[in-house]
């Protein structure tokens, strides 16, 4: 524990919190109406498939037909995060490809399990990197409708060098494929179904203030799904 003491409105507090690692949440469980499940990932870094694979396992214990996962505003994050969350939605088979400017490939690969439920994936023009691979992953092996706007199109994969003086060089060092091997750079991802939010909806979504009923993308995956489980 820490002793703080500190002024407010002129008079002087004192406190003694407790101090502990915060860890945000990146992934988070809702049920929806008939039975869909949405799984919200905010990145895909430190935790992130440990609390995504938790949040589809509280949906498929609720009776989850059909899942949405919305990757919107995503800036990416780690690779592995991602490739353990693919592994547990795709069929056996690579799912994803990283080659280095010296021509060294890696391959990423899937088991034969996988979660067999229709499934649709959220994206706008915000999602970035690892955020696009997963939404591409899942069109290419046609488990996933993809919904919204194109994507960035980041596909370069960077090392970062901390330097001593406390700041840190960024430098790309290779590039990332979809499993057929296609990249993204400059090109995004292309949904599926097409829907755009005007700028109040969009800015709302950004700061987490659109119900559900008023998120066009949303409702439209959610039209995708019920079809499917109809």
Same mark, same amino acid.
């Given at each position: !524990?820490?002793?703080? !003491? %500190? #002024?407010?409105? &002129?008079? !002087?507090? #004192? =406190?003694?919190? #407790?101090r502990a690692d915060i860890v945000n949440p990146v992934a988070a469980a809702q049920m929806l109406e008939? &039975?869909?499940g949405l799984v919200s990932i905010e990145n895909f870094d430190y935790h992130c498939a440990e609390q995504t694979? +938790? +949040?589809?396992? /509280?949906? =498929? #214990?609720?009776? +989850?037909?059909?899942? @949405?996962f919305d990757v919107r505003f995503n800036p990416g994050g780690l690779k592995d995060q991602m490739v353990k969350v693919l592994d547990t939605l795709l069929p056996e088979g690579d799912i994803f490809r990283s080659v280095d400017y010296a021509g060294r490939e890696e391959v990423d690969k899937s088991d034969a399990a996988c979660l067999e439920i229709p499934m649709a994936v959220l994206v706008n023009e915000d999602s970035y990197s690892a955020a696009e691979f997963f939404a591409a992953a899942l069109q290419e092996y046609g488990v996933a409708e993809v919904v919204g706007m194109q !994507?960035? &199109?980041? *596909?370069?994969?960077?090392?970062? %060098?901390?330097?001593?003086?406390?700041? $840190?060089? $960024? =430098?790309?060092? *290779?590039k990332y494929f979809t499993p057929s *091997?296609?990249?993204?750079?400059? @090109? &995004?991802?292309?949904?599926?179904?097409? @829907?755009?939010l005007d700028y109040a909806d969009y800015e709302s979504l950004?700061?987490? /203030?659109? +119900?559900?009923e008023e998120d066009e993308q =949303?409702? $439209?995956?959610?039209?995708?799904?019920?079809?499917k489980i109809s």
């Amino acid at each position: !524990t820490v002793d703080l !003491t %500190f #002024e407010r409105s &002129g008079e !002087t507090v #004192e =406190l003694t919190v #407790e101090r502990a690692d915060i860890v945000n949440p990146v992934a988070a469980a809702q049920m929806l109406e008939d &039975g869909i499940g949405l799984v919200s990932i905010e990145n895909f870094d430190y935790h992130c498939a440990e609390q995504t694979l +938790a +949040a589809i396992d /509280t949906l =498929l #214990e609720q009776g +989850a037909k059909a899942l @949405v996962f919305d990757v919107r505003f995503n800036p990416g994050g780690l690779k592995d995060q991602m490739v353990k969350v693919l592994d547990t939605l795709l069929p056996e088979g690579d799912i994803f490809r990283s080659v280095d400017y010296a021509g060294r490939e890696e391959v990423d690969k899937s088991d034969a399990a996988c979660l067999e439920i229709p499934m649709a994936v959220l994206v706008n023009e915000d999602s970035y990197s690892a955020a696009e691979f997963f939404a591409a992953a899942l069109q290419e092996y046609g488990v996933a409708e993809v919904v919204g706007m194109q !994507t960035s &199109g980041k *596909g370069n994969f960077q090392y970062t %060098f901390n330097l001593s003086d406390g700041s $840190a060089v $960024a =430098l790309s060092v *290779g590039k990332y494929f979809t499993p057929s *091997g296609k990249s993204l750079t400059d @090109v &995004g991802v292309t949904p599926d179904v097409e @829907v755009n939010l005007d700028y109040a909806d969009y800015e709302s979504l950004y700061y987490g /203030t659109l +119900a559900h009923e008023e998120d066009e993308q =949303l409702q $439209a995956a959610v039209e995708v799904l019920r079809e499917k489980i109809s």
